[in-house]
């Protein structure tokens, strides 16, 4: 039994909580990989060290004074040596890796940034490791190229490419607690890319597949994944237990707790993942697997999300023109432009897409072409689009339960834009005003839970 186990930014933000961290790792022989993220938020309206980072390499791009930041890198790290009272060494690394940061190539802008985005995570695996050594439990730090991650050369958005897998299986043979920074990969070229926010997650199961860990374990700053955010619905109820794909669902939708991009590893290998809280380890967290017993519930929880947009476009007799969809599709397409869902009806189709694609020269390619080379009828942008997710894999033996979603939005008064239900019934969307999101959200959750 292996079990390879990831903290969160809020687990490792300063010295009392790597002690939580260390007694965690102390305590079950079984956690032999640990991945790390940077430094994140002590308190509410404390800054990310990744974001800090970030506002560094921006400055240095932009040829503006770098001092400030670089000084509020540094002080994170030393307050957490100072605290933990670790030899000098460390700080003198990390310094020492900080200050190569400002001599990098920096021809390209996107690469550039996700090296400097990565030290955060690369500097804090140092120094745990180094702290856990200290504290008499033997650690060792494993680069991310040492380990095998090779990714696709997508700057801030990278994907493990499938050769990686090999040479991770190979660190099964190390021994002692192996310490891998999170978030980042090495292109087959040797340069680093990110994935993309929050990817540390990813690192975690990505590692777990390749040594085909018993569990993939993923401490966060609480008990549970709710049933929905805890920032919007007070108390929301806790989930024991979710299957891949309702996990999948509700991350990609808006459960910022789990990225979405890290259940694909781990469900390709089998591996369960829990996600506990470092505050409460007894608590029994959240279990994700394959299957769930018991579906008695048809509703595990209610996601959503804000920055959306629809492009409507309405053409009569769309239904008998062959190759109207591909049209528009190709369009999107060429503007490289991603889109979410495609409710449609007889005569009208809706794109709906992350607004944040939508440059006003984007905007203006589209609109020309869906009316030039399609000869729409009508073609407008609905801006400020929120879309609420409710998911669970009971639901397709269950019916009524768009009926009480929209029920309950209509009983308070929130307009229903859109409505869009996958084949596969683990999920219906309802797209709202940005405006009315929270109000959605609470009524749809006090509908199904209360
Ligand atoms: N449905 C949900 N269940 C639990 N937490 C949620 C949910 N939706 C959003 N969150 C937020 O996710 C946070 C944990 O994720 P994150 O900040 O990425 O943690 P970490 O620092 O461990 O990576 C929680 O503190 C909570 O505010
Ligand atoms: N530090 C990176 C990656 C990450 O996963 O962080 P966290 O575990 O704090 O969400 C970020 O902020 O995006």
């Not at 800090?52 to 030393?78: N, S």
């Not at 996700?114 to 955060?120: I, R």
């Not at 995570?121 to 380990?147: C, S, T």
């Not at 007894?282 to 929880?301: E, F, L, N, S, Y």
Request: hydrophobic letters at 40%.
């Amino acid at each position: 039994m292996m079990k390879v186990t990831k903290f969160g930014g809020s687990s490792l933000a300063s010295a009392s909580q790597l002690e939580k961290v260390l007694h965690i790792m102390r305590e079950d022989a079984t956690r032999k990989f640990m991945i790390v993220s940077a430094p994140g938020k002590r308190f509410a309206e404390d800054e990310k060290v990744t974001d800090l980072l970030i506002e560094l390499g921006e400055a240095v791009l932009a040829g503006t004074d770098t001092t400030g930041f670089q000084t509020k890198i540094m002080q994170r790290y030393q307050q957490i040596a100072d605290d933990l009272k670790l030899t000098d060494a460390i700080m003198e690394e990390i310094k020492a890796q900080l200050e190569k940061l400002l001599t990098l190539d920096v021809t390209s802008p996107e690469a550039y940034l996700d090296a400097v985005k990565s030290s955060g995570e690369d500097n804090h695996a140092r120094l745990i490791a180094a702290y856990f050594n200290q504290a008499g439990l033997k650690a060792h730090y494993v680069n991310p190229l040492q380990a095998g991650m090779i990714v696709t050369n997508e700057p801030g958005n990278a994907q493990i490419l499938p050769q990686s897998y090999t040479k991770i299986a190979t660190l099964r043979q190390l021994n002692d607690i192996i310490v891998i920074p999170g978030f980042f990969g090495y292109t087959e070229t040797g340069r680093i890319c990110t994935f993309s926010r929050g990817g540390s997650d990813i690192t975690g199961s990505i590692i777990a597949n390749g040594v085909q860990a018993s569990l993939y374990e993923n401490f966060t700053d609480v008990d549970a994944i709710y049933a929905a955010n805890p920032h919007i619905v007070s108390q929301p109820k806790e989930i024991a237990a979710l299957t891949y794909r309702e996990m999948r669902e509700l991350s990609y939708a808006g459960f910022s707790v789990f990225h979405d991009e890290a259940l694909i590893p781990a469900f390709k290998a089998g591996i369960p993942v829990q996600v506990k809280n470092t505050n409460n380890p007894t608590a029994p967290g959240t279990t994700i697997t394959t299957k769930r017993q018991a579906i008695d519930t048809p509703v595990v929880g209610i996601a959503s999300d804000s920055g959306f947009c629809g492009i409507y476009i309405r053409k009569y007799l769309m239904n008998r023109e062959i190759g109207f969809g591909r049209h528009v599709l190709e369009i999107l397409e060429d503007c490289q432009l991603n889109f979410e869902h495609m409710p449609s009806g007889i005569d009208e189709l809706t794109i709906i897409l992350r607004e944040d694609q939508l440059t006003e020269a984007v905007k203006a390619t589209v609109l020309n072409r869906l009316k030039q080379e399609l000869a729409v009828d009508e073609v407008k942008i609905q801006h400020h689009l929120a879309l609420i997710m409710v998911v669970g894999e009971g639901m397709n033996h269950n019916v009524g339960i768009t009926a009480k979603a929209a029920t309950s939005l209509a009983n308070a008064a929130i307009n229903i834009e859109m409505i869009n239900q996958g084949s596969s019934e683990v999920s219906i969307m309802f797209g709202v005003k940005e405006a009315d999101e929270k109000k959605a959200l609470q009524v749809i959750y006090q509908a199904f839970f209360d």
